[in-house]
């Protein structure tokens, strides 16, 4: 990771800096539409907050882009008296449940396609990354037929096994690219002091890997935690649901009252939204590091 | 072009690496859940698209009924022509915005870190949520249009088939370009600053350096980014089922929407099957396409240099 991140980051900033800075006049055109873009991005998301903290019937009859005369917590406190909670933590157990496990297996699959031999491992590496083109929506019907054959139909394992297996190929393919750039001296020193390939694996592999395993664990848990199809075809009682779900069934019963739909909305963004100004500059270097590899 | 150091290095330290053969067992946590989960229900759909079976009672054999079915059924050309539409117009939809958006980003001063922060917003909303928000934002009689007078924007987006895809269009584009945007800051970052030094005392102005400069140094960024986005708009299920639920008159009902609803609403699960085998071709016929795209470009950047 110290070989990994750190390079990449320096060599940009340099690379940034006088290309921008002396070399690069302005750039009018960017500007304009990185200021457009940014009012294309924020217009929707402050309409969707301050609708949130309006009456139903402030809501019809304001100034839509004009803050609530009088902001009320009403639409909030129905939402959350209506299972939130409930669904939030069935949110929270799927993703941390699928996530954990999606990105532990990855890593050693990923330890053992770098540091193992042989022409299985090989084959192993190459079903990975043909698996990803697979697409989720292909394999939903099959997926129903086992899980119906399992019992598991509308359970959390129902939900967790598939995202653990569809996360798995890019988590493997960003991981070993990681491993692989740990220098083979660290390997060799470890060896040498005894260490089994297992302790080599957690004890010096997974700490200098960590960069790339936060920005996987952020990236497929956001992929889970938004997760749409598998809910909706796998559970159908109201206790199984989770949050994008929940929001949709929430949206049909009351489609008449925005301001309450839209405080769905933002709070089943928040957490989200916290752990982003949490986790940021990583979730930000990380992904531009693992796409761009 | 940030590839080739790395992956070189890569193998020239695996060749001199020591590598042990017993550390196959690791791998086998996630093959196992890989293949039961995703390689299985691979062939499972396939073998489905040869059977009857309504999704609760006992699945039968059924030759090629299904296939007869989907393939005869006008409702295929038509799914496959709006995903096609979907993909294609996404496609020029986002890549131009997000080069432009990505060169600008990959500035150095200090308020264009804080609008990269702000423009990845949209990516942390569920495809629901954005749904949702933008149903009622863009409605004719309550919406943001009638709310502030402005005529333009008070139209039945919905209602209306030209319109509804429109909408799909700019979801699509207003929730990605950010992502793609970062992944072209990226790459323009790693390009070397002496190209437009050299760029530069050659007299070269600043809309040439980008086409000679910028524009062929991003081609690999430029593959690894359409096929995001043509993988993505291929398989966009949620956005359009929650949106439009396919509507008005079908004319955002693309392939994956297709497949659920015969599937999961209908209940014909045998035809549903074979329109998921069709999406499986057409997403490995596109990302085929594409690698081969990408490797024409990368052998022939390599012969100029």
């Known amino acids: ?293 | 072009m940030s590839t080739a150091p790395t992956y070189a290095s890569g193998k020239v330290t695996s060749s001199k690496r020591t590598s042990t053969g017993r550390l196959g067992w690791l791998v086998l946590p996630a093959l196992a859940i890989f293949v039961a989960f995703a390689v299985l229900p691979l062939f499972g759909v396939f073998a489905l698209s040869f059977s009857s079976w309504d999704g609760i009672g006992a699945i039968s054999f059924a030759g090629f009924d299904s296939w007869r079915a989907v393939l005869t059924d006008p409702g295929l050309p038509h799914a496959l022509w709006v995903t096609f539409l979907v993909i294609v117009l996404s496609w020029i939809a986002q890549t131009p915005l997000s080069i432009l958006l990505g060169v600008f980003i990959s500035g150095s001063q200090r308020y264009r870190a804080v609008l990269a922060v702000l423009f990845f917003l949209p990516l942390l909303l569920s495809a629901a949520a954005v749904s949702i928000a933008y149903k009622a934002l863009l409605d004719p009689n309550f919406g943001l249009g009638p709310g502030l007078n402005l005529g333009i924007l008070t139209q039945d987006w919905l209602g209306d088939g030209t319109l509804a895809m429109g909408v799909v269009i700019f979801i699509i584009a207003w929730q990605w370009i950010p992502f793609h945007s970062l992944i072209y800051q990226g790459a323009i970052r790693q390009i070397p600053g002496s190209m437009y030094e050299a760029a530069q005392i050659d007299g070269a102005g600043r809309v040439r350096q980008f086409f000679s400069i910028t524009l062929p140094q991003l081609k690999n960024t430029m593959i690894t980014s359409s096929t995001l986005m043509v993988v993505g708009s291929l398989t966009t299920f949620d956005l359009i089922f929650v949106l439009t639920a396919g509507g008005p008159n079908d004319a955002t009902r693309v392939l994956a929407l297709d497949m659920y609803l015969t599937g999961f609403r209908a209940n014909l699960m045998g035809p549903a099957s074979a329109i998921a085998v069709i999406l499986v071709v057409v997403g490995l016929v596109l990302a085929q396409l594409l690698q081969r795209l990408g490797g024409r470009e990368r052998n022939s950047q390599l012969e100029g240099a």
């Open chain 1, 1 to 293: 990771m110290a070989t990994q991140t750190a390079p990449v980051r320096t060599s940009g900033r340099s690379a940034g800096a006088p290309k921008n800075g002396t070399t690069h006049r302005k750039n009018w055109l960017g500007g304009a539409f990185g200021w457009l873009w940014l009012l294309i991005v924020l217009v929707p998301v402050y309409w969707i907050v301050i609708t949130s903290f309006k009456t139903s019937a402030n809501y019809f009859g304001s100034n839509p882009m004009a803050p609530p005369a009088s902001p009320t917590l009403a639409n909030y406190q129905l939402v959350l008296e209506n299972d939130f909670i409930r669904y939030f933590a069935n949110s929270v157990i799927v993703t941390v449940g699928a996530t954990v496990p999606a990105v532990l297996v990855s890593f050693m699959a990923a330890f053992a396609i770098v540091r193992g031999a042989g022409r299985w491992l090989k084959l192993v590496n190459s079903l990975f990354l043909m698996g990803l083109a697979i697409p989720l929506q292909a394999t939903i019907i099959p997926i129903y037929l086992i899980m119906i054959r399992l019992g598991m139909y509308n359970s959390f394992g129902a939900l967790i096994l598939p995202s653990i297996a569809f996360a798995i190929p890019l988590t493997v393919l960003i991981l070993s690219n990681f491993v692989r750039d740990v220098p083979n001296e660290l390997f060799e020193a470890m060896r040498m002091d005894g260490s089994s390939e297992w302790g080599t694996m957690w004890r010096l592999a997974f700490p200098l890997t960590r960069p790339a395993l936060v920005t996987v664990t952020i990236y497929q848990g956001l992929q889970i935690w938004n997760g749409f199809l598998l809910p909706l075809i796998l559970t159908d009682r109201a206790e199984m649901r989770v949050l994008p779900l929940a929001l949709w069934t929430f949206q049909g019963q009351y489609s008449v009252n925005i301001p309450a739909v839209l405080a769905s909305v933002v709070l089943t963004t928040l957490p989200i939204l916290v752990l982003y100004v949490v986790g940021r500059r990583q979730l930000l270097s990380g992904l531009t590091a693992g796409f761009s590899k």
